[in-house]
């Protein structure tokens, strides 16, 4: 018994368990005596909120603390590989009472206070209060399993107070802004869906997170599998990476669709966009068992950054608020997410530099051959002047308006604030790299070397073009043309084609995720330059023909070509395995 209680208090240290139910009481009294509901009906709530919380603690000792044994020389399936099984059922199972039970609470304490909230004029119907019921059980939920995580990664109660106070905090802060937006707007219920919609994402994110944390810290208390150490995870992480790049994509479709009916800017969902494919390899990773040491701090930015992007531009569709700047009017959500993206790039280079060698190697982030990585970053500026060469000539022969474009073009290049221009673009890729890096190391890195094992070198390549040209669907109808939205997506698909077989290329020749990462900040900034320096101008409501489909084809056959190359077709492969066969 007396190892049996050790384990426990390593698992979940007693002053945790305190400090958690004392928070959240405090926060429970804090939003009762608000809403003048510290009357006997909310004190009868509290009492029930700490009788929820011991049985909570009562279900973390009896069903994780008698499942693993190696450290302790205890547990009914000691040394079992099924104990891993078993652990991994009882930490959903924890999970989804602690959701039911954060859902009951709220839903009760709204019961209890609804004639109170509708007397006082708070809401208009029904649908609406618990709507905000719900937004706001999802919150606590949020924070809850992100402090209870917390908990379990440290022993010392020194250590892990500053990090749970912080987000005991955070959850305060966004349950009394979901407060304040209903009491202050009474937002109709279709205005509060982006807002859902997010929590949801990252309601289950962070149980995934939960979940697979306590798995891995827990995995070397059971016995081997017939097959190896918990046998080959790969699958799971394809799904976990599709499930976030290509499901929250998707997922987020509707919300853009929202704003777009109401004419608001969608300038923040594409930022959020961004984030999505590193985001899904940071999650798939981090919850593997072969991966070795990972870069977990810069991980965990990468996954924040992605998380706020995406409050953010729901956000940007609840509550627009219009800014002109530049000339172009934007969101004021633009702006915070910009200067966000900017915080976080910084936390994310600094977490790089400083993680070691090892953990950067284990991740694909070391600058491998500098030298032909440079080459080919300069390779890719002649191509790209050679494709806008090459379109500008065939547009020409269709219209008088493209010598026009090359005066401008020209104009812009050789005028005076030309050199300002180009620093500006600089110093953009020094401060906002890590959006192209969440895009190229989820294209690149994760997916490109698996479609080229599934389905062949230059083939896999070909089909991992299409499909990013395909993800870039919603933002092709609702943002870059929404008058020619299927033209869009055509030359989407084709641009997404060529230049994937280029960026894929460069990447199997100098195995250096940051040349493609360099190649695609170059790729959607130089038009920057052209435009003056307004990217958001720039890149909005397109109007394409389908008569200019075959200029976009012709224009990207210089990145068309590198698909014949020896290395994309296979031959390079093959000839190093005849080496080794001799």
């Known amino acids: 018994?007396?190892?049996?209680?050790?384990?426990?208090?390593?698992?979940?240290?007693?002053?945790?368990?305190?400090?958690?139910?004392?928070?959240?009481?405090?926060?429970?009294?804090?939003?009762?005596?608000?809403?003048?509901?510290?009357?006997?009906?909310?004190?009868?709530?509290?009492?029930?909120?700490c009788l929820l919380a011991s049985l909570d603690v009562l279900c973390d000792y009896f069903v994780f603390q008698s499942i693993f044994s190696k450290d302790y020389g205890f547990g009914i399936l000691a040394n079992s590989h099924h104990g891993y099984d078993v652990l991994r059922m009882g930490v959903r199972a924890d999970?989804?009472?602690?959701?039911?039970?954060?859902?009951?609470?709220?839903?009760?304490?709204?019961?209890?206070?609804?004639?109170?909230?509708?007397?006082?004029?708070?809401?208009?119907?029904?649908?609406?209060?618990?709507?905000?019921?719900?937004?706001?059980?999802?919150?606590?939920?949020?924070?809850?399993?992100?402090?209870?995580?917390?908990?379990?990664?440290?022993?010392?109660?020194?250590?892990?107070?500053?990090?749970?106070?912080?987000?005991?905090?955070?959850?305060?802060?966004?349950?009394?802004?979901?407060?304040?937006?209903?009491?202050?707007?009474?937002?109709?219920?279709?205005?509060?869906?982006?807002?859902?919609?997010?929590?949801?994402?990252?309601?289950?994110?962070?149980?995934?997170?939960m979940c697979e944390r306590v798995n891995l810290r827990f995995k070397d208390s059971f016995g081997e599998r017939k097959d190896g150490r918990f046998g080959d995870d790969s699958k799971k992480k394809m799904i976990v990476f599709l499930a976030i790049a290509f499901g929250i994509d998707i997922i987020m479709i509707p919300l853009m669709k929202f704003g777009f009916d109401r004419g608001i800017d969608l300038s923040v969902f594409l930022v959020a966009q961004m984030m999505y494919p590193a985001c899904g390899v940071a999650l798939a990773k981090l919850g593997s068992y072969n991966e070795g040491k990972l870069p977990k701090a810069a991980y965990v930015t990468v996954l924040i950054l992605g998380a706020v992007c995406m409050i953010l531009?729901?956000?940007?569709?609840?509550?627009?608020?219009?800014?002109?700047?530049?000339?172009?009017?934007?969101?004021?959500?633009?702006?915070?997410?910009?200067?966000?993206?900017?915080?976080?790039?910084?936390?994310?280079?600094?977490?790089?530099?400083?993680?070691?060698?090892?953990?950067?190697?284990?991740?694909?982030?070391?600058?491998?051959?500098?030298?032909?990585?440079?080459?080919?970053?300069?390779?890719?500026?002649?191509?790209?002047?050679?494709?806008?060469?090459?379109?500008?000539?065939?547009?020409?022969?269709?219209?008088?308006?493209?010598?026009?474009?090359?005066?401008?073009?020209?104009?812009?290049?050789?005028?005076?604030?030309?050199?300002?221009?180009?620093?500006?673009?600089?110093?953009?890729?020094?401060?906002?790299?890590?959006?192209?890096?969440?895009?190229?190391?989820?294209?690149?890195?994760?997916?490109?070397?698996?479609?080229?094992?599934?389905f062949g070198t230059a083939l896999g390549t070909i089909l991992l073009g299409i499909a990013w040209g395909v993800w870039h669907a919603g933002a092709d109808f609702m943002y870059y043309s929404s008058e020619t939205g299927p033209q869009m997506l055509v030359v989407q698909v084709i641009a997404c084609i060529a230049m994937g077989i280029f960026f894929g290329y460069a990447y199997m020749k100098t195995n250096n995720i940051w040349v493609p990462v360099t190649m695609h900040f170059f790729n959607n900034n130089l038009v920057a330059v052209f435009n003056g320096g307004n990217i958001l101008d720039a890149t909005q409501n397109k109007v394409i023909g389908w008569g200019q489909i075959p200029v976009y084809i012709i224009g990207y056959a210089v990145m068309w070509a590198f698909i014949f190359t020896p290395t994309m077709l296979g031959k390079v492969r093959k000839v190093k395995e005849a080496e080794n066969a001799q």
């Open 313 to 454: 531009a729901a956000l940007s569709i609840m509550m627009p608020v219009s800014m002109d700047v530049q000339g172009t009017e934007t969101t004021y959500y633009y702006l915070i997410a910009s200067s966000v993206v900017i915080i976080f790039n910084i936390f994310f280079t600094v977490f790089i530099c400083a993680c070691g060698r090892e953990k950067r190697e284990n991740a694909g982030l070391k600058f491998n051959n500098p030298v032909r990585s440079v080459l080919f970053i300069l390779l890719h500026l002649v191509l790209y002047f050679s494709y806008l060469l090459i379109a500008v000539f065939l547009i020409c022969r269709i219209s008088d308006v493209a010598f026009n474009i090359v005066d401008d073009y020209i104009k812009v290049i050789f005028s005076a604030d030309a050199p300002k221009l180009w620093v500006s673009v600089l110093l953009n890729l020094i401060l906002s790299f890590v959006l192209f890096f969440g895009e190229e190391y989820g294209w690149r890195y994760y997916l490109q070397p698996r479609m080229q094992k599934r």
């Open 95 to 209: 999970q989804l009472r602690r959701f039911i039970q954060i859902f009951l609470v709220e839903f009760v304490t709204g019961i209890i206070l609804t004639n109170r909230m509708f007397e006082a004029g708070y809401f208009n119907n029904t649908v609406n209060y618990f709507g905000f019921l719900t937004l706001i059980a999802l919150a606590v939920y949020i924070g809850d399993t992100i402090s209870l995580n917390i908990t379990r990664k440290f022993t010392n109660y020194a250590e892990g107070i500053l990090p749970i106070s912080l987000f005991s905090v955070l959850e305060t802060v966004a349950v009394f802004g979901i407060t304040m937006i209903f009491l202050n707007e009474n937002p109709e219920p279709v205005a509060t869906m982006p807002l859902l919609v997010v929590l949801a994402v990252l309601a289950v994110v962070v149980t995934y997170c």
């Open 1 to 49: 018994m007396k190892k049996f209680i050790t384990a426990y208090r390593v698992f979940t240290p007693d002053l945790y368990t305190l400090f958690a139910f004392l928070g959240g009481s405090a926060v429970l009294i804090g939003i009762g005596a608000f809403m003048n509901t510290v009357t006997l009906p909310g004190i009868a709530l509290i009492v029930v909120s």
